[in-house]
């Protein structure tokens, strides 16, 4: 079947500019987690659902990031009044199990100029 | 903050060699993932390996774990150029064991 995805794959906005990043996990994968990953360093969490519930946010570097996964499914993380820092590729992963591998998407890579 | 601090940051070497990569951690956890990054396939899942556990096989590679000392190994036997990639370690996020803690990876270029 069909893997993790993410669109857009490139985005490119102005400071300031709200951002809309979605990703369609695999079909039954109960968790969902976004990763931000800076050039030359692994991914650093960002989020974590199970279902529709967001369970941990602690990873979100400011009360400019928000996510959603309303129907258990499909999730949007948005970035408001976007800054130079928040340029990064942004990874979504999902897994069957609270505790399994994680299937990560292609990524979004926002560069904020 | 990272849990996990991979070693060397990079390594070249030719075709059929094998590579090493070590990964050292800081608390104590009950699993622990390798995963491989390259820009064709994105990042991949590669092995999991649980605290009970010391050593494990997939395919040409080999994951050790000590967790008396807090690190492991990734051995990949007689490596081939589309080995590389960098090399991840990940461990939870904390005792929930869900989310992930990335180091900032090993980088292994192989040569034909």
């Known amino acids: 079947g069909a893997g993790v995805s993410q669109s857009p794959r490139y985005k490119v906005a102005k400071r300031g500019q709200d951002v809309a990043l979605r990703c369609d996990p695999i079909?039954?994968?109960?968790?969902l987690f976004w990763y931000q990953q800076a050039l030359g360093q692994g991914p650093e969490f960002l989020t974590y659902?199970?279902?529709?519930?967001?369970?941990?946010k602690s990873g979100l570097p400011s009360d400019r990031f928000f996510a959603e996964r309303p129907e258990g499914s499909v999730s949007t993380l948005k970035i408001q009044r976007t800054q130079q820092e928040d340029s990064a590729v942004y990874l979504c992963?999902?897994?069957?199990?609270?505790?399994?591998?994680?299937?990560f998407g292609p990524g979004t890579r926002l560069t904020v100029l | 903050s990272q849990q996990g601090e991979e070693d060397p940051q990079a390594l070249s070497i030719q075709e059929g060699e094998n590579a090493t990569m070590n990964c050292s951690y800081k608390t104590s956890i009950n699993n622990l993932q390798w995963y491989r990054q390259n820009s064709g396939r994105g990042l991949v899942h590669l092995i999991l390996i649980r605290s009970n556990e010391r050593e494990k096989h997939s395919g040409r590679l080999r994951v050790t774990l000590d967790t008396s000392k807090k690190s492991s190994s990734l051995l990949i036997t007689a490596s081939r150029a589309a080995d590389t990639a960098s090399y991840f370690c990940?461990?939870?996020?904390?005792?929930?064991?869900?989310?992930?803690?990335f180091g900032k990876g090993t980088t292994l270029s192989v040569s034909s």
């Open positions: 992963a999902s897994s069957l199990m609270m505790v399994s591998e994680q299937f």
């Open positions: 990940a461990t939870p996020l904390n005792q929930a064991g869900t989310a992930l803690i």
């Open positions: 079909s039954g994968h109960v968790s």
């Open positions: 659902f199970q279902n529709e519930a967001q369970l941990d």
